[in-house]
T-cell receptor, first 112, second 117 residues
């Protein structure tokens, strides 16, 4: 079993839809959870950063972490065509400086 | 804030030559920078962790003599691909971790696409 599993998609939704992106993981030591957005041929851009369990909201984006289920989610409300990108989850064990483990990324397409 | 640049953005080189890629944190200091490689439709794979003023730590399977890393200052790290071969063609991305206690945020550069012919 891979450490981080993420459905690669592609996921296609109409503009305005709520998007749900998910990752599961196997390592219970992970404490830091991030979501990155990567446009084609560009570097990843940090969207959300969460420590331990709980929810975090930033504008149209909500990140959820359920450590008991080893499951994290990113919700995008009122999706826009400009949200079309690949979304990567990443996580890190507590105390392991910078050792991010990435999911494969989910390719999202928001159709106008 | 938290901008990381990479240069060049694209490079094409002949097999057997060496290529240097620069990674700079523009508006913050970073004791630690990371180098990743990303193949098409694959996730980012960490190649090495670079700490300012010390030797880089390479991940298993990454040849340190082929991928030379120099972290000369708190804002600059370089990756040199020596004697490049076509199989080294990939998207190389660096990231930098700001000097902040208790967080592990990484900010990524825009990437360098290397094509070895």
């Amino acid at each position: 079993q891979k450490e981080v599993e993420q459905d690669p998609g592609p996921l296609s939704v109409p503009e305005g839809a709520i998007v749900s992106l998910n990752c599961t993981y196997s390592n219970s030591a992970f404490q830091y959870f991030m979501w990155y957005r990567q446009y084609s041929r560009k570097g990843p851009e940090l969207l959300m950063y969460t420590y331990s369990s709980g929810n975090k909201e930033d504008g149209r984006f909500t990140a959820q972490v359920d450590k008991s289920s080893k499951y994290i989610s990113l919700f995008i409300r009122d999706s826009q065509p400009s949200d079309s990108a690949t979304y990567l989850c990443a996580m890190s064990p507590r105390g392991s400086q910078g050792n991010l483990i990435f999911g494969k990324g989910t390719k999202l397409s928001v159709k106008p | 804030g938290a901008v990381v640049s990479q240069h060049p953005s694209r490079v094409i080189c002949k097999s057997g030559t060496s290529v240097k890629i620069e990674c700079r944190s523009l508006d913050f200091q970073a004791t630690t920078m990371f180098w990743y490689r990303q193949f098409p439709k694959k996730s980012l794979m960490l190649m090495a962790t670079s700490n300012e003023g010390s030797k880089a730590t390479y991940e298993q399977g990454v040849e340190k003599d082929k991928f030379l890393i120099n972290h000369a200052s708190l804002t600059l790290s370089t990756l040199t691909v020596t004697s490049a071969h076509p199989e080294d063609s990939s998207f190389y991305i660096c990231s930098a971790e700001p000097l902040k206690d208790g967080t592990y945020e990484q900010y990524f550069g825009p990437g360098t696409r290397l094509t070895v012919t």
